[in-house]
T-cell receptor
Framework: GQQVMQIPQYQHVQEGEDFTTYCNSS?????IQWYKQRPGGHPVFLIQ?????EVKKQKRLTFQFGEAKKNSSLHITATQTTDVGTYFC???????????FGTGTRLLVSP | GAVVSQHPSRVICKSGTSVKIECRSL??????MFWYRQFPKQSLMLMAT?????????EQGVEKDKFLINHASLTLSTLTVTSAHPEDSSFYIC????????????FGPGTRLTVL
């Protein structure tokens, strides 16, 4: 079945440093979504990418969808302590209804 | 924005008892809701897709007789964990999509189940 892996599993950065998490799917995706889950909380939708090669920005966050629509990345510029949490990508395969969540990247930011 | 609530937020029960978790869409009607399970520091695993007025669609490996899902109205889906055992202890999260929009999923706050 469809698998979605993320690397790294965990990253600890100093406030102000940049951070990137990579998402790779075993199959071609129709779209990719990104969610953030704070410790003890629930996933919150951040963004959806649909087009091949698409790049979207939200303030310090930059999201990219690969040309082959099998991978994606989330880059955070100048991290802040409020960025702490686990970032999940979630992909929907072509022809499938199910949204498959990635393994997640846990980000810790030290002041 | 779309709001999804879950009740209870936390429940502790004895082994062998059944626990019902409610998921409600507060400001929109959801023809489809999803139930996920999340173990500590792990990803979300889809358990089943709940369809209003019809039977739920369960993912492979999920026992439908153990995890009973009922979607009786457009704003309410329930998950009942029957004859709970300690290995059922987990974080259960529901989500819903707004019909006709992008397939963004709005998640409830989750229910932490602990079975003693």
């Amino acid at each position: 079945g469809q698998q979605v892996m993320q690397i790294p599993q965990y990253q600890h950065v100093q406030e102000g440093e940049d951070f990137t998490t990579y998402c790779n799917s075993s199959t071609t995706l129709s779209n990719i979504q990104w969610y953030k889950q704070r410790p003890g909380g629930h996933p919150v939708f951040l963004i959806q990418l649909v087009k091949s090669g698409e790049v979207k920005k939200q303030k310090r966050l930059t999201f990219q969808f690969g040309e082959a629509k099998k991978n994606s990345s989330l880059h955070i510029t100048a991290t802040q302590t409020t960025d702490v949490g686990t970032y999940f990508c979630a992909g929907r395969g072509t022809g499938f209804q199910k949204l498959v969540f990635g393994t997640g990247t846990r980000l810790l930011v030290s002041p | 924005g779309a709001v999804v609530s879950q009740h209870p937020s936390r429940v502790i029960c004895k082994s062998g008892t059944s626990v019902k978790i409610e998921c409600r869409s507060l400001d929109f009607q959801a023809t489809t809701m999803f139930w996920y399970r999340q173990f500590p520091k792990q990803s979300l695993m889809l358990m089943a897709t709940s369809n209003e007025g019809s039977k739920a669609t369960y993912e492979q490996g999920v026992e439908k007789d153990k995890f009973l899902i009922n979607h009786a109205s457009l704003t309410l889906s329930t998950l009942t964990v029957t004859s709970a055992h300690p290995e059922d202890s987990s974080f259960y999260i529901c989500s819903a999509s707004i019909p006709g929009s992008t397939d963004t999923q709005y998640f409830g706050p989750g229910t932490r189940l602990t079975v003693l």
